[in-house]
């Protein structure tokens, strides 16, 4: 089994399942354009984001880690009319890049980027009374995930989820002895889900056109007050 494999068989899947989306297509070459990073979720990915959010009927949405904003307009492709997505980045070019795709989609009114280190921002939204929030993707630096989970599970009411992308990093995940600071942080997350009995979770390894890594599915079961 490939990398190869794995991109072609995404770019099947996509073919089939994943429509053409202007929008999106266009944030992801604007992306591109302006430098920075491909670590966006997959096309399929981005569509099961959208799905989970449109079953799981999301009306306010938050997201850690926003780059140039593919993933936030997945998300937002799966709002209500009435629905909001507030998304949190610290790099202002990502935010720059972001607000011009958010725009070009016609979804201005509809998302709102947060520039500022989520640690901060974080805070901020608990501190507006933004909370609580239907669903939550976290996708920023690995080193904090734990940290985001519990302000996103802080920010959740009972019935809301909270997806995290990265859980698996080529299965680095289970080196215990680990020298990347990204793989001890998401250990940090896994000793916090694995002790927080407010949340039913699990997680899965995924291989495609962005590799061998996995994300995380929790539902706050638990009055997260
Ligand atoms: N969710 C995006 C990809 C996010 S990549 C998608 O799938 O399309 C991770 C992003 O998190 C990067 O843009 C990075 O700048 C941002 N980030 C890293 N540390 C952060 C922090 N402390 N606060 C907010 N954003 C952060
Ligand atoms: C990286 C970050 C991501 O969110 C991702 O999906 C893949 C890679 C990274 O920082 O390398
Ligand atoms: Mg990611």
Redesign the pocket.
């Given at each position: 089994m490939s990398q190869e494999q794995w991109t072609e068989v995404d770019r099947y899947i996509t073919e089939h399942m994943v429509a053409l989306d202007a929008a999106l297509d266009a944030a992801l070459e604007a992306s591109a354009q302006a430098g920075l990073p491909a670590?966006n979720?997959a096309p399929n990915q981005g569509k099961l984001l959208m799905l989970l959010a449109r079953m799981h009927g999301a009306k306010r949405i938050l997201e850690v880690?926003t780059l140039g904003g593919y993933s936030t307009l997945w998300l937002a492709r799966a709002l209500p009319p009435e629905g909001r997505i507030i998304t949190l980045e610290a790099v202002p070019k990502h935010a720059e890049v972001a607000r011009e795709n958010i725009a070009r989609a016609g979804l201005s009114g509809v998302v709102e980027v947060r520039l500022g280190n989520a640690v901060d921002t974080l805070a901020q939204l608990e501190k507006e009374g933004q909370a609580p929030f239907d669903l939550t993707f976290i996708?920023a630096d690995?080193v904090r995930t734990a940290e985001y989970f519990a302000w996103a599970l802080k920010l959740s009411r009972k019935g809301s989820v909270i997806l995290t992308?990265?859980v698996v990093r080529k299965g680095g995940i289970v080196d215990a002895d680990s020298t990347d600071a990204n793989i001890q942080g998401m250990r940090r997350f896994y000793e916090a889900v694995a002790a927080e009995p407010r949340v039913s979770a699990t997680a899965v390894q995924t291989v495609g056109s962005?590799g061998y890594?996995g994300f995380s599915l929790a539902l706050v079961t638990g009055d997260p007050k």
């Open positions: 670590i979720v880690g996708d690995k992308d990265n962005k890594d």
